[in-house]
């Protein structure tokens, strides 16, 4: 982990791209699937709290040991492009895909499925199938990539042999209802992101982004954001 220069290349419109915006920053910076940039603007008042940005789909070359990505939002209205950022990071703990997987899942439990979208090109690379569980994707995706309503979930977690699933922490309640309906014994094998507020990026420990886990109190910005799903049904 560590600090880098940044900036904001362009805004997007959520709903079309699954993304909020792009951003520049050196190679070096390059989050994970799953893990995250703090953000701030370097003129940013001190009680203005930093933005967590996650990758929200492939990266590009933009200029030498400069890339160039879409991330998921909210962003602070007062960003615009060309907005110089510091950037924390890459921070917290990502998805790893298991080497064997034949069968994705990616089940946005969410109000958009951007954050699983860079596991796409990772696992098609490896030859997986996938589909994508979302109520809210309008963005493009690769042919290849089927893509189901949240009212076929049980039919998805038959089919798959790996869920990549990403929930908002006041979610998490209900989690073992929608992943272990009637019929079914076991929950799948797995990973999910906890997104949360995540105003202190591990730096306070301010506990606002804290989850109980079968191994006990768990933070998500530390611990987290992505987590085994057995921990946590
Ligand atoms: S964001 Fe402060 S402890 Fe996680």
Redesign the pocket.
């Known amino acids: 982990m560590a600090h880098y220069n940044g900036r904001l290349v362009e805004l997007l419109l959520e709903a079309y791209q699954n993304a909020t915006a792009r951003i520049a920053c050196p190679a070096q910076a390059e989050p994970k699937p799953g893990q995250y940039l703090q953000a701030h603007q370097p003129d940013q008042p001190l009680e203005v709290t930093p933005t967590a940005l996650f990758r929200a789909g492939e990266s590009h070359r933009a200029r030498a040991g400069e890339l160039n990505f879409p991330v998921a939002g909210p962003l602070p209205e007062s960003w615009q492009p060309g907005a110089e950022l510091k950037l924390r990071g890459p921070l917290g703990r990502g998805f790893e895909l298991p080497r064997n997987l034949r069968r994705l899942a990616l089940i946005a439990l969410n109000n958009t499925p951007a954050r699983l979208m860079p596991l796409i090109p990772i696992a098609l690379q490896r030859g997986v199938e996938i589909v994508l569980v979302s109520d809210t994707s309008e963005g493009t995706l690769p042919l290849t990539v089927e893509q189901q309503r949240l009212a076929e979930l049980p039919r998805a977690l038959a089919w798959a042999d790996f869920v990549a699933i990403d929930i908002p922490l006041e979610g998490l309640e209900e989690l073992a209802e929608r992943l272990v309906p009637k019929g079914r014994v076991r929950a799948p094998e797995g990973q999910i992101l906890v997104f949360s507020p995540?105003?202190?990026?591990?730096l306070?420990?301010?506990?606002?982004?804290s989850l109980t886990t079968k191994n006990g109190p768990r933070?998500?910005?530390?611990d987290g954001p992505v987590f085994e799903l057995k921990e946590l049904i």
């Open positions: 995540m105003p202190c990026g591990a306070a420990k301010c506990g606002v982004c933070l998500a910005c530390e």
